[in-house]
């Protein structure tokens, strides 16, 4: 089993940035991707940014293409999501998820790919 703590949520306004962590414990060898996902109040979860565990990959929505960066430290087996230029459509609860199926360099872009969530922390952007 793989468990992923989420952290670096708050509150920020408009045009600022939060860094969001993503950090795993437990089968962490076991993971080939690291995605974070986002939910809004009244929408449906969609995914935000991606990366390949062992390889460079990376996956953006269009959304935060330019805006959001990802990156990861192995050692500490710790994702994190830089979020920049923030608008208040970036408010939602932010997921950290891990694909424990090998595909290869791919990222994928759904959640249904993903085998272990995290509980979410918040991000509120005001205006």
């Known amino acids: 089993q793989v468990q992923l703590v989420e952290s670096g949520g708050g509150l920020v306004q408009a045009g600022g940035s939060l860094k969001l962590s993503c950090a795993a414990s437990?089968?962490?060898?076991?993971?080939?991707?690291v995605g974070w996902f986002r939910q809004a109040p009244g929408k449906e979860r969609e995914f935000v940014a991606g990366?390949?565990?062992?390889?460079?990959?990376?996956r953006f929505a269009d959304s935060v293409k330019g805006r959001f960066t990802i990156s990861k430290d192995n050692a500490k087996n710790t994702v994190y999501l830089q979020m920049n230029s923030l608008k208040p459509e970036d408010t939602a609860i932010y997921y950290c998820?891990?694909?424990?199926?090998?595909?290869?360099?791919?990222?994928?872009?759904?959640?249904?790919?993903?085998?272990?969530w995290g509980k979410g922390t918040q991000v509120t952007v005001s205006s």
């Open positions: 998820a891990a694909v424990g199926r090998n595909y290869g360099d791919f990222v994928p872009g759904t959640g249904a790919a993903y085998d272990y």
């Open positions: 437990g089968r962490a060898v076991s993971i080939y991707a």
């Open positions: 990366l390949a565990w062992s390889g460079e990959s990376t």
